[in-house]
């Protein structure tokens, strides 16, 4: 059952954070946050999503903030480093955010940019991490199979954790999985997941080795620990660019499942100049717990007017979506 809307509203603060790097297209990251009665949540869908799929990012939001969330089975959740499309020069600088992660995954594909542009920028995470690191890189659905197939070549040497979301298809990947199954590097699938109408038809064709979860556009922790249990396959939890309380929604689902192979996307914090919350990673990881935003940084970084309104009629277009479905 939904809370009043009026409650919703009662707590809301838009914030604006900015970003150390552009990442995703942005240089500020704008969320509504509000407290529930079992803490403070996260309303944050990227600003071109249509209402209907926002409103799952605001059921996710709901059930954190008023229902009590599985129980955890760790206490900290080991994390990767983030690399934006950034020219390899900057790479050093950027691994140095990330204290202690030994695990680095790196964006591909980037509109304007080439394979070269990619596997120098792979090339200079090698170099920082050195032969021990972990590497895995994010292509969010940007190449076609042959360039897919092409590029998981160049990049081999690299000693590839793993390829996420090479291809924007359940057809292609599985397609890719088959070409690339003999170099032994694993296919990851993101956008297949999450912004499907059916998030466990990518496991169904076998076109995925692992799952990335996040928990805001799944609808919250507890159905995605029920995509997770049906697709019976590994999973990493990442985050969508959240503040430091979406991150802990993110490490409360990393938390609850039994199994958790792989380092998480949830150390993106180091990618901000400034949070409501101080949730960097440390020695690699992040703790599990409830967050409460310092209320001195809710003031520093809240959005101007024009923006804080239309976070609300978005807040409040997206509770009519859920009502809607919910009768």
Request: glycine share 6%.
């Amino acid at each position: 059952m939904l809370p009043p809307l009026a409650d919703l509203i009662a707590s809301a603060r838009v914030v604006s954070l900015p970003m150390h790097t552009r990442f995703r297209g942005v240089d500020t990251r704008e969320a509504l946050l509000f407290e529930g009665p079992e803490g403070w949540a996260e309303f944050s869908p990227f600003v071109e999503y249509e209402d209907a799929e926002a409103a799952t990012w605001l059921a996710a939001a709901i059930d954190f903030g008023w229902q009590q969330q599985p129980a955890p089975l760790r206490e900290k959740i080991r994390v990767n480093a983030t690399i934006p499309a950034v020219d390899a020069s900057q790479v050093a600088a950027l691994m140095a955010r990330f204290v202690g992660c030994r695990t680095a995954k790196v964006k591909v594909a980037e509109p304007g940019q080439t394979l070269a542009d990619d596997v120098a920028r792979v090339r200079a995470v090698r170099e920082a991490m050195g032969p021990e690191g972990r590497i895995r890189v994010d292509a969010n659905g940007m190449w076609n199979v042959d360039e897919a197939e092409h590029a998981v070549h160049a990049l081999n040497e690299y000693d590839l954790e793993y390829v996420e979301q090479p291809c924007a298809t359940v057809e292609e990947l599985a397609d890719l999985r088959k070409r690339v199954k003999y170099m032994g590097i694993p296919v990851a699938a993101d956008e297949s997941v999450r912004k499907s109408s059916d998030p466990l038809a990518v496991a169904r064709a076998r076109a995925a080795d692992i799952l990335v979860i996040k928990a805001q556009p799944l609808g919250g922790v507890t159905h995605a620990l029920q995509i997770v249990t049906a697709a019976g396959l590994p999973v990493v939890v990442s985050s969508a660019l959240d503040t430091a309380i979406g991150l802990s929604q993110g490490a409360a689902l990393a938390a609850a499942l039994p199994n958790l192979d792989y380092d998480c996307g949830l150390g993106t914090s180091s990618l901000f100049l400034d949070d409501v919350a101080d949730l960097r990673p440390i020695d690699g990881a992040i703790p599990v717990g409830r967050v409460t935003p310092d209320a001195a940084a809710l003031t520093r970084l809240a959005a101007s007017d024009e923006r804080r309104d239309w976070w609300l009629e978005r807040l409040e277009r997206c509770y009519r979506e859920l009502t809607e479905t919910a009768g």
